[in-house]
């Protein structure tokens, strides 16, 4: 974008017009996608992705220029910004999993595990698989909460992560961790059927 266009879409977006908001996303989604890629190590690029955090990084750009929190001032000035914010997302992701507990080394003896069950779903379900899946699924949620649900119901649509912990205002770890358990919980409940 020129300098005059580009502090013209960046006063509509403040203004809160979606299609300045849409014309930004269409023009630097693709670009700091390849950004996030380029700064996830392996082992990061297994807990974390890309686009999950450029998402988060727009929304956190959209939101806070409605507020008046940034000034664009050079055409370049926007990318700059753009970029900061992805980087500053992938550094606090980064941060959140070399803590104690989310240990990315943990990841590697997981790792050989990992890859043999999505093989195992490397194909479509035929129609009788799904509905037994759709069924295990609704015999696990019977006793959840509504919040936990709703996390769920959101996830099965396709929402993000964050984008699930914005809706139910709770913190990503938060929901992050109860997906976790989920997953664990049908992993679980599919072996022990398979046994029998």
Do not use: C
Request: zero cysteines; a negative charge.
């Amino acid at each position: 974008m020129e300098e005059e266009q580009t502090q013209h879409v960046f006063q509509r977006v403040r203004a809160g017009d979606q299609a300045a908001a849409q014309e930004i996303f269409d023009r630097y989604f693709q670009r700091l996608i390849g950004l996030a890629h380029s700064r996830l190590s392996e082992k990061l690029g297994r807990k974390v992705d890309a686009d999950d955090i450029v998402q988060s990084a727009l929304r956190s750009f959209f939101i806070r220029s409605q507020d008046g929190q940034y000034a664009i001032e050079r055409s370049g000035d926007l990318w700059k910004l753009l970029a900061a914010i992805t980087r500053n997302k992938l550094l606090k992701q980064a941060e959140h999993f070399q803590q104690q507990k989310r240990s990315l080394d943990r990841d590697d003896v997981l790792q050989s595990s990992a890859e043999n069950q999505a093989a195992l779903f490397s194909s479509e379900p035929t129609e009788e698989e799904a509905v037994a899946l759709s069924d295990e699924v609704d015999f696990l949620i019977q006793d959840f909460d509504p919040l936990q649900q709703q996390m769920l119901e959101l996830r099965l649509h396709g929402q993000t992560i964050p984008e699930i912990a914005e809706t139910v205002e709770r913190s990503e770890r938060t929901v992050r961790r109860f997906l976790g358990e989920f997953r664990d919980q049908l992993e679980e409940r599919l072996r022990s059927l398979q046994k029998d």
